[in-house]
């Protein structure tokens, strides 16, 4: 099994990590095209997706030819019901854009036959090509997309039952906590780590062990982002404070290079 450390960047501020972010992806849309995207949703992406937003409408890219595939999505919820991901898209990106809306993909967590729906998302990503640049960001238990802690680093797009951890985590989208799916889909790991490129974000002190653990502990299912250190093209962006339990931690501003 061969590690390759991702190249880490921290700056000084959520802000600052969403803008630079913005500008890996500005760079991905202006040399590839066409692109397509990984793209993740939850509180970390909201400050990256609003600039993102901005950029657009400053004319600096154009989603025209782009297309997307979201990591996740919720069992059992409506797309249009709040706290589903097909509502949070909308919201901060796909209404914002010019990006057809048939080339902007999301797991359909309403399939009657959640199996039957995974296989054909694997087979939709594979016939756009794989996926060129995926955004991820990092759960509290070290998740990417859902794939909770004990996911084999084999999975592919599959049903996976949220940990109790998720659900806290996400209950502010929901009246309340029973409202909290259980269930959801998710792109595998061996899905994630097909992606040509891959970036990671992480915001906030509650991801700091996540971080440390993905970069600097076990790679093993424990963790399911260490296996982001089996890719070998992975930029980890992280402010300051999910930068404080890396031992190895690079300074403000400065890029760590494997
Ligand atoms: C969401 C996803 C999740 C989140 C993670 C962090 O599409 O795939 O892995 O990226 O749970 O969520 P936030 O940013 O809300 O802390």
Same mark, same amino acid.
Request: hydrophobic share 45%.
């Given at each position: 099994?061969?590690?390759?450390?991702?190249?880490?960047? @921290?700056?000084?501020?959520?802000?600052?990590?969403?803008?630079?972010?913005?500008?890996?992806?500005? +760079?991905?849309?202006?040399?590839?095209?066409?692109?397509? #995207?990984?793209?993740?949703?939850?509180? /970390?992406? /909201?400050?990256?997706?609003?600039?993102?937003?901005?950029?657009?409408?400053?004319? $600096?890219?154009?989603?025209?030819?782009?297309?997307?595939?979201?990591?996740?999505?919720? @069992?059992?919820?409506?797309?249009?019901?709040?706290?589903?991901?097909?509502?949070?898209?909308?919201?901060? $990106?796909?209404?914002?854009?010019?990006?057809?809306a048939d080339r902007a993909r999301i797991p359909d967590g309403m399939a009657y036959d959640v199996a039957t729906e995974a296989t054909r998302y694997e087979a939709q990503i594979a016939a756009a090509g794989g996926i060129d640049l995926l955004l991820l960001g990092i759960? /509290? %238990?070290?998740?990417?997309?859902?794939?909770?802690?004990?996911?084999?680093?084999?999975?592919?797009?599959?049903?996976?039952?949220?940990?109790?951890?998720?659900?806290?985590?996400?209950?502010?989208?929901?009246?309340?906590?029973?409202?909290?799916?259980?269930?959801?889909?998710?792109?595998?790991?061996?899905?994630?780590?097909?992606?040509?490129?891959? #970036?990671?974000?992480?915001?906030?002190?509650?991801?700091?062990?996540?971080?440390?653990?993905?970069?600097?502990?076990?790679?093993?299912?424990?963790?399911?982002?260490?296996?982001?250190?089996?890719?070998?093209?992975?930029?980890?962006?992280?402010?300051?404070? +999910?930068?404080?339990?890396?031992?190895?931690?690079?300074?403000? %501003?400065?890029?760590r290079r494997a």
């Amino acid at each position: 099994m061969k590690e390759y450390p991702p190249r880490i960047e @921290v700056v000084g501020s959520p802000g600052a990590v969403a803008e630079r972010a913005v500008a890996i992806v500005i +760079a991905e849309l202006r040399d590839r095209q066409p692109v397509t #995207l990984g793209l993740a949703t939850g509180a /970390t992406m /909201t400050p990256f997706y609003a600039r993102l937003v901005a950029a657009a409408r400053a004319g $600096l890219i154009s989603f025209h030819a782009a297309s997307s595939f979201n990591l996740d999505e919720y @069992v059992g919820i409506a797309p249009q019901s709040r706290g589903s991901f097909h509502a949070y898209m909308q919201e901060h $990106l796909f209404r914002h854009v010019d990006m057809p809306a048939d080339r902007a993909r999301i797991p359909d967590g309403m399939a009657y036959d959640v199996a039957t729906e995974a296989t054909r998302y694997e087979a939709q990503i594979a016939a756009a090509g794989g996926i060129d640049l995926l955004l991820l960001g990092i759960g /509290t %238990n070290g998740h990417i997309g859902f794939n909770e802690p004990g996911s084999d680093f084999a999975s592919r797009t599959r049903e996976i039952r949220l940990d109790e951890a998720t659900r806290i985590a996400n209950a502010g989208d929901f009246p309340d906590r029973a409202s909290v799916p259980r269930r959801a889909i998710t792109m595998g790991i061996a899905t994630i780590l097909h992606a040509k490129r891959i #970036l990671l974000i992480a915001t906030g002190p509650e991801k700091a062990a996540a971080v440390a653990a993905a970069i600097e502990g076990p790679i093993g299912t424990a963790c399911p982002a260490s296996a982001l250190r089996l890719h070998g093209n992975v930029d980890v962006l992280c402010d300051e404070s +999910a930068a404080t339990a890396l031992i190895d931690r690079p300074h403000t %501003n400065d890029r760590r290079r494997a």
